[in-house]
Structures are given as C-alpha cells and as structure tokens.
Nanobody, 122 residues
Framework: VQLQASGGGLVQAGGSLRRSCAASGRSFNNLALGWFRQAPGKEREFVATISWSGGSTDYADSVKGRFIISRDNTKNTVYLQMVSLKPEDTAVYYC????????????????WGQGTLVTISS
C-alpha cells in the first residue's frame, strides 16, 4: 500500500485546515486508516483512526471536538478536517493504514505515508 498525503501548510491559530491522503496498491476498502503526528522534539503520537466502512472512528483526547477523520472509498482517500487549530497542533502529520481498526500506537499500523508539516502560528 502506498499512501500519498497532501494539504500541509501554515495556518493561524483558530483557523482550519484539511489534510488528505490517497492510497494505492491494495484494496482500500479493506483497510482501517489513521493519522499520527510528531511535534518537534516529541514522539510520534496517535491522532485519529477510522474503520474500513467509515462507521467507527476514534480520536486522541487532545483533538476530540476539533478534528474529524473521514474517508471516501470511491476515491481511495482519507481526510482529516482540523478546526480551531492551536499552536500545539504544529507537527508533521502522517497518514497510515492497516487491516485492523482501533490501533492507537505506531506498531499497530503497517503502512505509512510520508509526513507533511502543518504549522500553526500564534
């Protein structure tokens, strides 16, 4: 599975941004998808995940109510809509995929896209 993310950039605090990640190489509909992020000087952390059908989602406490993960299986794409952004959301964001839904740790995801930087200015 190849994952290609897009949508990074610079946003002011309080603003919004949508990340997208397109998948290829394996049946997209059978994969759970997720987003992780890594802030400067910190470890990579879980952000959100969505089941293959889109019917189940899970979020890190730090983004609940502000971020929404969704997917379009007709476009083989997963999205991360981010609103009310804070400077502490500044990080390199990674999309990821695996067969099993529910993973919140790095080791539970087999496929990773390249990271793209999201910077939130205060």
């Amino acid at each position: 599975v190849q994952l290609q993310a897009s949508g990074g950039g610079l946003v002011q605090a309080g603003g919004s941004l949508r990340r997208s990640c397109a998948a290829s190489g394996r049946s997209f509909n059978n994969l759970a998808l997720g987003w992780f992020r890594q802030a400067p000087g910190k470890e990579r952390e879980f952000v959100a995940t969505i089941s293959w059908s889109g019917g189940s989602t899970d979020y890190a406490d730090s983004v609940k109510g502000r971020f929404i993960i969704s997917r379009d299986n007709t476009k083989n794409t997963v999205y991360l809509q981010m609103v009310s952004l804070k400077p502490e959301d500044t990080a390199v964001y990674y999309c990821t995929a695996d067969r099993m839904f529910g993973g919140v740790s790095i080791g539970e995801y087999r496929y990773w896209g390249q990271g793209t930087l999201v910077t939130i200015s205060s």
